[in-house]
């Protein structure tokens, strides 16, 4: 069982950054890849960042690459996204999510956080 806790989230404007953070509670984290998945009022929740259990590996999705860096701090249980150059279009519910797999799907995460809320005024 992993326990997932989201903060960092805020108001930001175009252009600036902010940095999201996942505490993860639980024996198994570290055998977990992580990701972060976003969703705006209206749309489906979509993939946003994925790092693997190591941390050596990442993938980003097209629309935040360039800009966002995921990361993790094995020793503190947290994993972290980092937003740069921020636009009105990441505007959105950020929510952090664990998995014993891999990928970009959510449905193969099993374990979510409550969300951070994301609003990138222009």
């Known amino acids: 069982q992993v326990q997932l806790v989201e903060s960092g989230g805020g108001l930001v404007q175009a252009g600036g950054s902010l940095r999201l953070s996942c505490v993860a509670s639980?024996?198994?984290?570290?055998?977990?890849?992580m990701g972060w998945f976003r969703q705006a009022p209206g749309k489906e929740r979509e993939f946003v960042a994925t790092?693997?259990?190591?941390?050596?590996?990442?993938y980003y999705a097209d629309s935040v690459k360039g800009r966002f860096t995921i990361s993790r701090d094995i020793a503190k249980n947290t994993i972290y996204l980092q937003m740069d150059s921020l636009k009105p279009e990441d505007t959105a519910v950020y929510y952090c999510?664990?998995?014993?797999?891999?990928?970009?799907?959510?449905?193969?995460?099993?374990?979510w956080g409550q969300g951070t809320q994301v609003t990138v005024s222009s």
């Open positions: 999510a664990a998995t014993p797999f891999s990928g970009t799907v959510a449905t193969m995460y099993h374990y």
């Open positions: 639980g024996r198994t984290f570290n055998s977990n890849a």
């Open positions: 790092i693997s259990g190591s941390g050596g590996t990442t």
